[in-house]
């Protein structure tokens, strides 16, 4: 009731990549688009370090389409109410490997109380189109807790790997 407007999605629709976060901020509620502020900047930092742009190779998205009053982590029924329209956008952009960012992202996705320090460091799996998800830190956190910045850096290594190693095994299967 308290957005200003709905936000649902920024990038390529055809992107190999798709970032998922919680839930938009005040700047992204204003501006209609996630990932916008200082924490937005962070990320476009983390993915131009592993290859990857904002415009080119990846689609944005959160689990809440509209920013929680307060700020507050998203509830149950709220979560429910736009799963399905995060779920389209997966179907809609297939992209090849999903990276949740943060616990309520990560949880919410995988429907799981599981902590972050649990769910980082493997390949999960999302949806009927089995997606391969990787979980690492929101940059939000990671402006309060630059400690951490190395885990992260850690955790969008292995989602490269991960990446790289469907990208040979698809090209394995065409040439066969």
Not at 59 to 72: D, E, T
Not at 162 to 170: H, I, N
Request: charge should be positive; aromatic fraction near 6%.
């Amino acid at each position: 009731a308290g957005r200003t407007q709905g936000v649902f999605g920024v990038g390529n629709p055809r992107a190999e990549w798709m970032v998922i976060g919680e839930a938009p901020g005040a700047e992204e509620d204003r501006r209609g688009e996630p990932f916008v502020g200082r924490a937005g900047h962070l990320l476009d930092a983390m993915l131009r370090a592993i290859g990857l742009s904002r415009a080119e190779n990846v689609y944005i998205a959160n689990v809440l389409k509209s920013r929680p009053p307060h700020n507050r982590d998203p509830r149950p029924e709220e979560v429910g109410a736009c799963l399905p329209y995060l779920r389209r956008q997966i179907e809609l952009v297939r992209p090849r490997l999903l990276l949740a960012v943060g616990r309520i992202a990560a949880q919410n996705l995988l429907g799981t109380e599981q902590s972050l320090s649990r769910l980082r460091g493997r390949v999960h799996r999302f949806g009927e189109l089995n997606t391969p998800l990787v979980v690492t830190y929101h940059p939000a956190y990671l402006l309060r807790n630059p400690a951490d910045k190395r885990k992260a850096w850690e955790d969008l290594k292995f989602a490269r790997s991960v990446f790289r190693q469907l990208t040979a095994e698809s090209e394995d299967g065409h040439r066969s």
